[in-house]
């Protein structure tokens, strides 16, 4: 689940169920070699959420996508 961003380059997504934010980032890192921040790191309120920064390429963002996609499906 990823809200739609209306005025920045971050997306807040929802993790899995099951995981913490610190933990689901750290699984993705290890398994996918994909790095996004816990929401965690924000407050209270950013658990449950990863934050996706829109700063790198679009080449290097879609290469990541498709990774995360594969790791979840």
């Known amino acids: ?20 934010s610190h933990d689901f980032c ?3 890192l290890d398994e996918i070699a994909v ?3 816990p929401g965690s790191m924000y407050g209270k309120y950013g658990e449950g959420y990863l ?3 829109l700063t790198h390429p679009v080449e290097r963002l879609e290469e990541a996508m498709q ?6 499906s």
């Open 1 to 20: 689940e990823v809200d739609t961003p209306k005025a920045t380059f971050y997306v807040w997504a929802r993790i899995p169920k099951g995981y913490t």
């Open 26 to 28: 750290f699984k993705i």
């Open 35 to 37: 790095w996004m921040i």
């Open 51 to 53: 934050r996706i920064a």
């Open 67 to 72: 990774r995360l996609k594969k790791f979840l």
